[in-house]
C-alpha cells in the first residue's frame, strides 16, 4: 500500500489548502484514514481522522471548526480542507491509513504512512 499526499504549499494566514492522499489501495479496506502533522522539534499528532463505516470524524481541537477530512472510496482519495490557517499550522502533514484485520480470533493492526507535504502559513 503506498499513500501519496499532495497539495501542501506556502499561504498567508487566513488562507486556504485543500491537501489530498492518494491511495494505491482500495479506500474501503481501511478502517479509518487520517491526518497528523509534525512541526520542526515536536511530535507528530493527529490533526483529524475519519472512519470508514460510518464516516464517523474527530479533529484536534486546535483545528476543530477550520478543518474538514473527507473521503470518498470510489477514488480511493482523502482530503483535508484547511480554512482559516494560522502560522501554528506550519508543519508537515502526514497521511496516514489504518486496517485491522482479524484472523483466528487474533487481530492485527497495520498502520501506513505517506512520505508528507509541507504546510507552511506565513504571518
Known amino acids: 500500500v503506498q499513500l501519496v499526499e499532495s497539495g501542501g504549499g506556502l499561504v498567508q494566514a487566513g488562507g486556504s489548502l485543500r491537501l489530498s492522499c492518494a491511495a494505491s489501495?482500495?479506500?474501503?479496506?481501511?478502517?479509518?484514514m487520517a491526518w497528523y502533522r509534525q512541526a520542526p522539534g515536536k511530535e507528530r499528532d493527529l490533526v483529524a481522522r475519519i472512519t470508514n463505516g460510518g464516516g464517523s470524524t474527530n479533529y484536534a481541537d486546535s483545528v476543530k471548526g477550520r478543518f474538514t477530512i473527507s473521503r470518498d472510496n470510489a477514488k480511493n482519495t482523502v482530503q483535508l480542507q484547511m480554512n482559516s490557517l494560522k502560522p501554528e499550522d506550519t508543519a508537515v502533514y502526514y497521511c496516514?491509513?489504518?486496517?485491522?484485520?482479524?484472523?483466528?480470533?487474533?487481530?492485527?493492526?497495520?498502520?501506513?504512512w505517506g512520505q508528507g507535504t509541507q504546510v507552511t502559513v506565513s504571518s
Open positions: 489501495g482500495n479506500t474501503s479496506d481501511f478502517n479509518a
Open positions: 496516514n491509513a489504518v486496517k485491522v484485520i482479524v484472523r483466528l480470533s487474533q487481530r492485527y493492526l497495520y498502520t501506513y
